[in-house]
């Protein structure tokens, strides 16, 4: 399983004093995105990576604080983990073909064992991009938080190559498969109620651009962020797999 390498966040204290935008690196999801009591993950890119990272990072203990106990769980379907989890730490679904885990019936009420629920609500067949489908994504009636996530890997490349659902991203883009994806496009699809925002309602909202595995997926980072309203909570990831 991967391994937190770092993440990228506006240094909002500084930029309010130079009235320019800079950014720093933390090494803590959680302490930049405060999740719900219930958190579901949508896009694709990382949302398996991205939960089991908060997973983690909230039942290690911070100086006067108390761990907590953490649930992952899926709406859809999540391979089980293969790594050994940290205490306090339980991923419950229902076995399903292909040794897949499945949602069980009540998704929300796994949170009367946990202090934090942490759910996978959305697929993407390992890809970066999607525009979810009439049915997608799964997102439980107790979600207070929604975090979409999408991978920095898709920017520059055919659109065919790196969604999935491509018809529909076509679609909602105006593009043909064999045009490339590009940073306006991501922010198309993170802003819009078709695409990453669909059924978050009234819920809070935050976005994690993961694969911001070097420089130049870095400044793609940025470019994205600078097309999103300042009040949408936007950080970048990296991981080593």
Not at 68 to 86: A, Q, S, W
Not at 181 to 205: C, N, P, Q
């Amino acid at each position: 399983m991967s391994r937190l390498r770092y993440v990228i966040v506006k240094d909002n204290k500084n930029n309010m004093l130079s009235n320019q935008i800079t950014y720093k690196i933390i090494d803590r999801i959680t302490d930049y995105i405060l999740p719900g009591k219930i958190t579901s993950l949508v896009g694709g890119g990382g949302k398996t990576s991205t939960m089991l990272q908060m997973a983690k990072e909230l039942v290690t203990m911070k100086e006067g604080q108390e761990a907590y106990k953490v649930i992952m769980t899926t709406t859809t379907r999540i391979k089980p983990f293969e790594e050994t989890l940290p205490k306090g730490v339980q991923c419950i679904g229902l076995e399903k073909e292909e040794g897949k885990l499945g949602p069980v019936e009540k998704p929300d009420d796994l949170k009367k064992q946990c202090d934090y629920l942490l759910i996978e609500a959305d697929g993407s067949h390992g890809l970066p991009v999607k525009i979810p489908a009439s049915h997608e994504p799964v997102i439980t009636e107790k979600t207070d938080l929604v975090i979409a996530v999408m991978g920095l890997s898709g920017i520059g490349k055919p659109i065919g190559q790196v969604s999935h659902r491509r018809s529909l991203v076509c679609n909602f883009l105006h593009k043909k498969s064999s045009d490339f994806f590009t940073e306006e496009d991501a922010a198309k699809i993170i802003l819009s109620e078709m695409g990453l925002k669909k059924g978050v309602g009234d819920r809070r909202y935050a976005v994690i651009l993961n694969q911001a595995d070097d420089e130049t997926k870095i400044e793609i980072g940025k470019k994205i962020q600078s097309f999103l309203p300042e009040e949408i909570i936007c950080l970048m990831t990296s991981y080593e797999i």
